[in-house]
């Protein structure tokens, strides 16, 4: 498979907890998104790679969420001390160049207890 | 910062019949409009794109128009059939920025 792939698919986690979730975006693909998904909204965008720099953060995340790209391959989504708000689809997207075509991945569903 | 706008948020249409979903942004530095479908549990996946150079383009059964000036854009589908029913989401993003924003999405049910 050489779309984006994400892991887990699904992830169970008291709250307090700290959760990681990978992505591997399409392998020539040097730009990278992560997206929050909430049930009836659109993709909201959290943070954004090109190449291993983290070039744009949403003012919406707090402290609790960091991002890494450490080779400019696959990223890492960590959220600490997570919420009952934290629940929700976090999806990854990866590009080629900027205003090109948008590849999702499935994402990875999150559910604080 | 860009903020775009989706309607309606429910549309149910006959099979054979077209349906239209619309969306306006509020940058007009805006020059990128995608849309995605998203099927129950599946990840969103690109179906048409438009940029601010053209007014319109198709692709089979697909169409989206673009109006810059009233800074509105709209996808059309004719002949519908039913596995066309999925959630539709419009998007906008700018060259200055690289994140796209999508609008809060229109599901669409295509009754057989």
């Known amino acids: 498979d050489t779309g984006v792939s994400q892991d887990p698919r699904h992830k169970i986690t008291k709250r307090g907890q700290n959760v990681t979730f990978r992505c591997d975006p399409i392998s020539e693909h040097n730009r990278l998104y992560w997206y929050r998904q909430t049930l009836g909204q659109g993709p909201e965008f959290l943070t954004y790679f090109q190449n291993e720099a983290q070039l744009e953060k949403s003012r919406l995340l707090s402290d609790r969420f960091s991002a890494e790209r450490p080779k400019g391959s696959f990223s890492t989504l960590e959220i600490q001390r997570t919420e009952q708000g934290d629940s929700a689809m976090y999806l990854c997207?990866?590009?080629?160049?900027?205003?090109?075509?948008?590849?999702f991945g499935s994402g990875t569903q999150l559910s604080v207890l | 910062g860009e903020n775009v706008e989706q309607h309606p948020s429910t549309l149910s249409v006959q099979e054979g019949d077209s349906a239209v979903i619309k969306c306006t942004y509020s940058d007009s530095a805006s020059n990128y409009f995608p849309w995605y479908k998203q099927e129950l549990g599946k990840r969103p996946q690109l179906i048409i794109d438009i940029r601010s150079n053209v007014g319109e383009k198709k692709d089979q059964r697909i169409a989206v128009t673009l109006n810059k000036t009233a800074k509105h854009f709209s996808l059309h589908i004719t002949e519908t059939q039913p596995e066309d029913s999925a959630v539709y989401f419009c998007a906008a993003s700018m060259d200055s920025s690289y994140k796209l924003i999508f609008g809060s999405g229109t599901r669409l049910l295509v009754r057989p």
């Open positions: 997207a990866s590009s080629l160049a900027q205003n090109e075509k948008l590849f």
